[in-house]
């Protein structure tokens, strides 16, 4: 898919080559973006902060910060075609700024390796998952069950281990090789897989005789039910769902080519992700209530109602095993990206081969996961600050460093960078110009620090 660059019409080339087209990088954009947050992180931490409010200060952050933070990053990335770290130097400097907004790009890097070191033990569940549905373990059981199937599951560091240990090796092997090769027919297939797949468990869900109370819990706004704890969550999990305010995005920008249309790639990808993510949660909670499960399961809803769900209807083998197997591919496209921009550094940086540098980083995060692995099981009463290891990593980086990295993306695109740069990459100063740079300039910064200073509870509630 990237293929090596020969006309000189793009101002600067990029040393790993460029997207084929401009459907190649929105195909890799929303490979990265949709994975485990939509079907796994979405519905539970929904259910945890109570529902519709939840869900309508998610959809604020998607538009209003999320939208903005991703134009920004592949404006960025385009414009320095390097890894991030030095693409944020390159342009620092270039900018008539400093070379040290490097150090951007440097924690974005050492986030999307902290994010993939607890993605892969997750994405390690879906690969047992698939196994266990085609066997047929979930086949007309009770509720109590599946609860006991995923706790004896999870409770199991070694299969655990081993799940994750299988993840991490896939993920090294498509980095090695370069993200060109695969990756494209991937997600070509899984994203139009995975909609049909969830339009079909619609109709499931609908006939549950619960549509109504699941769609109203997800949809209906109970504001007192929300803390700023829990805006901080949903704004948290914006960032993680798009993968922006890491770099990701950044480094795929890094090879679009220069003609191609910012501005609708970015809508493109922001739309398949958050229908996915909606779909995901009008699926789950009607399940969750006809079953008379808790909507603040934990990690495990998903792992729970869908395979009760499956187990019950005809033909829920095979639907279980696509389910799983697609799940299996969303998160592989997502841990691509998730590990492209150390590894991209880690090439430009110490001149290692693809192969090299993959194999390190990957090892590397491998080793961190085991802190997740534990978290289930023998560390799973070993609790500070946020709860388990797992807990703990989770905050750090989704409610933490990705909107803190999308102040500062967002301050450099639209207050360091001239106009005439960001305009250049953004197609000129229309209307379109405009708003981005509005709610770049104003409305996302200033949501993101406000968001943070209630929950860290420095402002003191007016009502
Ligand atoms: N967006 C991915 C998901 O929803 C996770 C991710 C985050 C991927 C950041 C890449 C970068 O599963």
Redesign the pocket.
């Known amino acids: 898919m990237l293929k090596a660059e020969t006309a000189g019409k793009a101002p600067r080339t990029s040393l790993h080559g460029h997207w084929s087209s401009r459907m190649a990088f929105i195909l890799a954009v929303t490979g990265?973006?949709?994975?485990?947050?939509?079907f796994w992180?979405f519905p539970y931490i929904t259910g945890e902060n109570g529902g519709g409010a939840f869900v309508i200060v998610y959809l604020f952050c998607v538009f209003l910060i999320g939208m903005p933070v991703m134009m920004s990053e592949i404006l960025i990335g385009r414009r320095g075609r390097r890894n991030p770290v030095a693409t944020m130097a390159l342009l620092g400097e270039e900018e008539g700024s400093s070379r040290h907004w490097s150090l951007i790009g440097g924690v974005g890097v050492i986030a999307?390796m902290l994010?993939l070191s607890y993605?892969s033990v997750i994405a390690g569940w879906t690969i047992a998952y698939t196994l266990k549905s085609v066997s047929g373990s979930f086949v007309g059981r009770s509720a109590e069950d599946i609860e006991g199937i995923f706790s004896a599951f999870t409770g199991n560091w070694l299969s655990v281990g081993i799940a994750h240990t299988i993840f991490m090796a896939l993920t090294i092997f498509v980095v090695a090789r370069g993200v060109e090769r695969g990756l494209e027919q991937a997600v070509r297939f899984m994203v139009p897989a995975l909609f049909v797949l969830m339009l079909f468990l619609l109709g499931y869900s609908i006939n549950s005789g619960h549509f109504a109370e699941g769609a109203a819990f997800m949809l209906t706004p109970k504001f007192d039910a929300l803390t700023w704890d829990g805006v901080l969550v949903a704004m948290g999990q914006a960032f993680?769902?798009?993968?922006?305010g890491?770099g990701?995005v950044m480094a795929y920008g890094a090879y679009l080519p220069a003609e191609s249309s910012i501005t609708s790639a970015a809508a493109a990808v922001v739309v398949a992700?958050t229908t996915l993510s909606m779909l995901a949660g009008l699926v789950i909670f009607p399940l969750v209530f006809a079953n008379g499960l808790n909507p603040g399961h934990g990690p495990g809803l998903v792992f729970v109602t869908l395979p009760l769900a499956f187990g019950q209807m005809s033909g829920g083998v095979v639907f279980a095993t696509i389910f799983f197997v697609l799940l299996i591919f969303?998160?592989w496209t997502?841990?691509i990206?998730?590990m492209e921009p150390a590894v991209a550094w880690a090439v430009e940086h110490f001149h290692k081969t693809r192969a090299q540098a993959a194999t390190m980083i990957g090892i590397l995060i491998w080793a961190v996961g085991f802190g997740t692995v534990f978290s289930f099981n023998v560390l799973a009463d070993v609790k500070f600050l946020k709860g388990t290891f797992f807990e703990n990593v989770d905050h750090l980086t989704s409610n933490i460093m990705l909107p803190l990295g999308g102040v500062f993306v967002t301050v450099f695109a639209a207050w360091v960078m001239c106009r005439n740069s960001s305009a250049d990459e953004l197609g000129g100063t229309g209307p379109i110009y405009n708003l981005w740079r509005f709610l770049a300039r104003y409305v996302a910064p200033v949501a993101i620090v406000f968001v943070f200073v209630k929950a860290i509870g420095l402002l003191p509630d007016l009502s």
């Open positions: 990265s973006a949709v994975g485990l947050g939509d992180k999307g994010i993605y993680f769902t798009l993968s922006i890491m990701a992700d969303a998160a997502s841990s990206g998730l």
